[in-house]
């Protein structure tokens, strides 16, 4: 069974930075790329970043390009994103999905997300 | 950026109508788009992938058609499961873009 488990959210002063962690069991992970997808209270689905199965390509939207950072660690299934000068604006849950292929393919798979609050 | 532009934003039905939901794209993404149901408090499930396949397991009342950069999400016979938000999304390039999401409220 595939599984993806985000952690790390919580609650972070303004300025400040946070590291999420998501970790993928019941599938060959190495072989599928994987992003990162925010939704704020109330709001939209909005892609975060990406990062190929190989991990040797990375993506990352504008609203968080230059202070993110995305990598991940195929001998351990995670992939990480660590986010800095964190607004109000970065409050939401971030889920982790995997896309079918190693940088294609619709997000098949959906992690059941961390919530991350900005606020002083 | 590809924009994807949902119509649309809220609609309200009954229990056995016939929906239709409407994404555009801002320019050609080929067949790269998929459909997510998400219910509150739930992670969103993917429906409908490259347009049209049914994804495993998701009732047959469920239907995706395109026309150009037109795609289209149907819903044969509402049924009380289906109350939910949808959202379209290209896969074609990064980043990823999703539309703004439709709300289906009982009527």
């Known amino acids: 069974e595939v599984q993806l488990l985000a952690s790390g959210g919580g609650l972070v002063p303004p300025g400040g930075s946070l590291r999420l962690s998501c970790a993928a069991s019941?599938?060959?992970?190495?072989?599928?790329?994987v992003s990162w997808v925010r939704q704020a209270p109330g709001k939209g689905l909005e892609w975060v970043s990406g990062?190929?199965?190989?991990?040797?390509?990375?993506y990352y939207a504008e609203s968080v390009k230059g202070r993110s950072t995305i990598s991940r660690d195929n001998s351990k299934n995670t992939v990480d994103l660590q986010v800095s000068s964190l607004s109000a604006e970065d409050t939401a849950v971030y889920y982790c999905?995997?896309?079918?292929?190693?940088?294609?393919?619709?997000?098949?798979?959906w992690g059941q997300g961390t919530l991350v609050t900005v606020s002083s | 950026d590809i924009q994807m532009t949902q119509s649309p934003s809220t609609l309200s039905a009954s229990v056995g109508d016939r929906v239709t939901i409407t994404c555009r794209a801002s320019?050609?993404?080929?067949?790269?788009l998929a459909w997510y149901q998400q219910k509150p408090g739930k992670a969103p499930k993917p429906l409908i992938y490259?347009?049209?396949v049914l994804e495993s397991g998701v009732p047959s009342r469920f239907s995706g058609s395109t026309s150009g950069t037109e795609f289209i999400l149907t819903i044969s016979s509402l049924q009380p499961d289906d109350f939910a938000t949808y959202y379209c999304?290209?896969?074609?390039?990064?980043?990823?873009?999703f539309g703004g999401g439709t709300r289906v409220e009982i009527k």
């Open positions: 999905a995997k896309r079918i292929g190693d940088n294609w393919g619709f997000l098949d798979y």
């Open positions: 019941g599938f060959t992970f190495s072989s599928c790329a």
């Open positions: 990062i190929s199965g190989s991990g040797s390509s990375k």
């Open positions: 320019q050609s993404i080929s067949r790269w």
């Open positions: 490259e347009a049209s």
């Open positions: 999304q290209q896969y074609n390039d990064y980043p990823l873009t």
